[in-house]
């Protein structure tokens, strides 16, 4: 994040801000589309880093006009550069603690989302089991039934098979004696 230049100001280092909002879009992708709070908390540090270059330009503007006017330039100068510096390292400062937060946040936001995740997955087994338990249940009954109904129907279509072998006998008996007589 720093870029190995040196503040015109000090000597800190200055923030590379395309790096700095490259790195927080790359963490705004990583967390959850809920983490409002993390959203909140990198816009409200986007604000305080341009409000704090803001301030540093301005710093730095009147700081030249001073110098100009003064006989003591060097005096100027050199209070500006310590001012704008001090608003550079606050402004890093805030940055990171803002940096901090919010991956802090996104990792609780995850965390948060994985548990909740997992307990609908079990949630969604329990659920399944239960089903499949009544289908069992519901099967062994079905099962009970039809066998009940197929030792029935065995049993009316062997009583029929042997009233139907008595009748044919009995009608064969009785041809037999009327074909005698």
């Known amino acids: 994040m720093l870029d190995g230049r040196r503040s015109r100001f000090g000597s800190g280092w200055t923030v590379d801000r395309e790096q700095l909002l490259d790195l927080i879009d790359r963490l705004r992708m990583a967390a959850p589309a809920s983490a409002d709070q993390a959203q909140r908390l990198l816009e409200e540090r986007e604000r305080l880093l341009q409000q704090t270059q803001e301030e540093a330009a301005v710093l730095a503007q009147q700081a030249r006009m001073d110098a100009e006017q003064q006989v003591s330039v060097h005096e100027l100068v050199q209070a500006a550069e310590t001012r704008a510096q001090s608003i550079v390292d606050q402004a890093h400062q805030s940055a990171t603690e803002t940096i901090t937060r919010a991956n802090q946040e996104a990792a609780a936001v995850r965390g948060q989302a994985t548990t909740e995740a997992v307990s609908q997955a079990l949630e969604a087994d329990r659920y399944s089991l239960e ?21 029935q129907l065995e049993l009316k279509v062997q009583q029929g098979e042997q009233s139907q072998a008595v009748d044919q006998r009995d009608d064969a008996a009785r041809r037999a004696l009327t074909s005698e007589f």
């Open 131 to 151: 089903l499949l338990r009544r289908l069992n249940d519901q099967l062994r009954t079905m099962q009970t039934s039809v066998t009940g109904a197929v030792d």
